[in-house]
């Protein structure tokens, strides 16, 4: 996201309830929710109610979801947004139609540019950094509406389309310096991004943060990648009964696969193989990680390897030790941060990504006394924070930390089963 300006505990802004949409399941839930911890209990309702808050319906019909204090609808940030409230949708028709609603918007942003990022309310473009996993968030959304919902009433001929330009654009990226046309001018090299050699992934100019990837084959979006070309194949395959469209989906799906195991795990001697943050196929990496989402940190969360995967616990050692270069510590916090902050700012999407993936329930309490801890005094989660002094922040209202919070609170210590975003129990790994 756009760096915010530098927030204070005195800057506090409310948001009003005054905008939300109506939806009387979610604010059931939020009324009903109870907790010793008085503090958690005033977060959780707040966070589960952000996202009505945000959300509105369009003349056309859709429904926009701004990101927070930024007048635009990131792909991304709003299928995050809408997560949390697939757990009301199977029981609730009002909720059922804000889903559908927000995917055919999607559905209408992906015709309009594949390579656009950002969209206002009026379907002008916001912003067009090509990152890859704006192609791969909405048709996993649309995934886990379907498999939550059983409804396919979203499954339009638009919708098959949309499907189209998402698969297209992803194989004309697996070789970008000879078959795309696509610059941006952040990029090096005359806009085109630095050099890159063949690895059958598929090469984004921008990261989840929005920031100039260095290295363009960036691998936790070529993780979420594989996952949601998974998703298009099922669909394409039982849904729309395609079976040369569910079989090239499976192909580049596959292609991506072999690149991120061929390419992306790294060997280093202190934690073994890691998987890298971009390489370029040409020998270079970078060993790091990001606190938005795709992340390294959150693989197993969307649903492209087991918590337990040896490569991946290797990888989670070392993001979240000082060899990070992400990684910041504070005398209320300890996560990742992002380069797209200031230096030494820690991401609550981190920390609750970290929780998510935790395999003890120690680890899970112990992120959500910092989550806690990083509240400035107007019970939301915001985009970064210092970690000695939480009442300084960026981004006075920033939607996705609080869906992403619900969802925590919910599967994580009220039991709630987690709904999925793909299914990868096919995939091949490297076993060496």
Not at 179 to 186: F, G, L, V
Not at 258 to 276: D, H, N
Not at 342 to 354: C, D, F, G, K, S
């Amino acid at each position: 996201m756009l760096l915010g300006l530098l927030c204070t505990g005195a800057a506090i802004v409310a948001i009003s309830p005054a905008s939300a949409l109506e939806l009387r399941s979610i604010e059931q839930a939020a009324a009903d929710y109870r907790s010793p911890n008085e503090h958690l209990e005033e977060m959780f309702r707040a966070a589960l109610l952000d996202t009505s808050r945000l959300a509105q319906y369009a003349p056309d019909g859709t429904a926009y979801i701004m990101t927070g204090d930024i007048p635009a609808e990131w792909l991304r940030d709003a299928s995050a947004q809408a997560r949390p409230y697939l757990f009301f949708a199977k029981d609730d028709p009002d909720v059922r139609a804000l889903l559908r609603a927000i995917i055919a918007r999607m559905v209408k942003y992906l015709q309009i540019d594949p390579y656009a990022n950002a969209y206002t309310l009026d379907y002008r473009v916001w912003e067009q950094k090509f990152e890859l996993d704006s192609l791969a968030y909405p048709t996993a959304l649309a995934w886990s509406y379907w498999k939550t919902t059983g409804d396919t009433s979203i499954f339009t001929p638009d919708f098959s389309k949309m499907l189209d330009d998402v698969l297209s654009t992803m194989e004309r990226e697996q070789n970008h310096p000879r078959d795309s046309r696509y610059t941006h001018k952040e990029l090096p090299g005359d806009g085109r991004g630095n050099p890159v050699g063949y690895t059958g992934m598929v090469w984004t100019g921008f990261r989840p943060s929005d920031d100039a990837c260095e290295y363009n084959f960036l691998i936790p979006s070529e993780m979420f990648a594989v996952v949601a070309l998974g998703d298009m194949a099922q669909i394409e395959l039982d849904v729309y009964h395609n079976v040369m469209k569910a079989r090239e989906a499976k192909a580049l799906r596959d292609e991506v696969q072999r690149g991120i195991q061929t390419y992306g795990l790294v060997l280093v001697p202190k934690y073994g193989y890691i998987y890298a943050y971009e390489v370029d196929g040409l020998g270079h990496a970078i060993l790091t990680d990001d606190a938005n989402i795709p992340s390294l940190l959150a693989a197993p969360y969307f649903g492209y390897t087991a918590a337990n995967d040896r490569y991946y616990q290797n990888t989670r050692r070392f993001l979240l030790s000082q060899d990070n270069p992400s990684f910041y510590q504070g005398h209320w916090a300890r996560g990742i941060g992002s380069y797209h902050t200031p230096e030494h700012y820690v991401w609550p999407l981190a920390l609750i990504v970290q929780g998510m993936t935790a395999t003890t329930g120690a680890e899970k309490q112990d992120v959500l006394s910092q989550l806690l801890a990083s509240d400035p005094g107007d019970h939301l989660l915001h985009e970064s924070f210092n970690p000695d002094n939480p009442q300084q922040y960026t981004r006075r209202n920033f939607g996705w930390p609080n869906a992403l919070f619900s969802e925590f609170v919910m599967t994580q210590f009220e039991g709630v089963s987690e709904i999925p975003m793909g299914d990868t129990s096919d995939l091949e790994f490297n076993t060496e």
